[in-house]
């Protein structure tokens, strides 16, 4: 992680949330180091707090070059969801929000992708506000699991075909529990699926509309950390390939080999420094 990184990112979702924006980070060959990320169990102004309460320091300590904070948060279960949207701004934070929660944004990878699945779009809406009426009944980790399987019985009550409910729910189902880095490429690898979430979203304010994701802009500031021109970044997204997680995985697994052959190298050497020293 850069001591000095560029743009940082305060987050009260899943770790899904952070594992989709460094499987895009990897997936585009985006500069990691400049990028640090920051998951809080906090409610939406406590969050904010601490994101501004950042700002300000990396503000006192960096003249110039102050980076980018932004907040990812969702309007569910947050009562003062507007109120800290407000004091986000005022604090001169960057805000991708999600209305009503996170998952509209994975799932609009989906939608059109197979038979039924834009009204699991829908149903989500009500899902999060049948949700958000218990929570004085529940922990909010309780919400965020009860919530998440009732989005995976959604999809197979939704969609008829068996092997497209089998591809979307072990899709989602694996960025929500231990393949979070692979949600990004996993959710690309579906036909114009980054595309058509972009297109759904692009220019829409989440704070003001009951069904929008920020994601849009947070993406394209990352992709401007390597490609300074927006014009291009936006043509990246729209031409994303259905082979994009077999590429990644094609390369990650050519770093392993590189990398399990130099520490291989390093063995052997070790052993033969250790044999002219004992003279055996």
């Given amino acids: 992680m850069s001591t000095f990184p560029d743009i940082i990112i305060y987050t009260s979702g899943s770790k899904a949330d952070i594992g989709y924006l460094k499987g895009f980070t990897e997936l585009f060959g985006l500069p990691a180091e400049r990028i640090e990320y920051n998951r809080l169990s906090e409610p939406a102004p406590a969050l904010v ?134 949600l990004a490429p996993k959710l690309m690898a579906v036909p114009g699926g980054l595309a058509r979430a972009f297109a759904a979203n692009d220019g829409k304010d989440p704070v003001k509309l009951r069904r929008a994701s920020g994601m849009p802009a947070l993406l394209l500031r990352l992709l401007l950390l390597k490609y300074p021109d927006e014009a291009e970044a936006r043509r990246l997204i729209e ?10 995985r094609a390369r990650r697994a050519a770093a392993a080999a590189k990398s399990g052959g130099k520490t291989k190298s390093k063995s052997k050497a070790g052993g033969k420094k250790k044999n002219r020293r004992t003279g055996k």
């Fill in 49 to 182: 707090a601490a994101a501004a309460s950042r700002l300000d320091g990396e503000r006192a300590r960096r003249p110039f070059g102050v980076p980018e904070v932004w907040v990812l948060f969702s309007r569910e279960n947050e009562p003062d969801f507007q109120a800290a949207c407000a004091e986000a701004r005022l604090r001169s934070l960057k805000l991708a929000v999600s209305s009503p929660a996170a998952e509209l944004w994975y799932l609009q990878h989906l939608t059109d992708a197979y038979p039924g699945s834009a009204d699991v779009c829908g149903e989500l809406e009500s899902t999060v506000s049948n949700v958000t009426t218990m929570k004085r009944m529940r922990s909010s980790d309780g919400i965020m699991r009860m919530q998440k399987k009732t989005v995976t019985v959604t999809l197979h009550r939704i969609i008829s075909d068996g092997e497209a409910v089998r591809t979307m729910v072990s899709t989602l189902s694996g960025g929500f529990k231990k393949s979070g880095k692979d």
């Fill in 239 to 248: 031409n994303v390939t259905p082979d994009a997680f077999e590429r990644l």
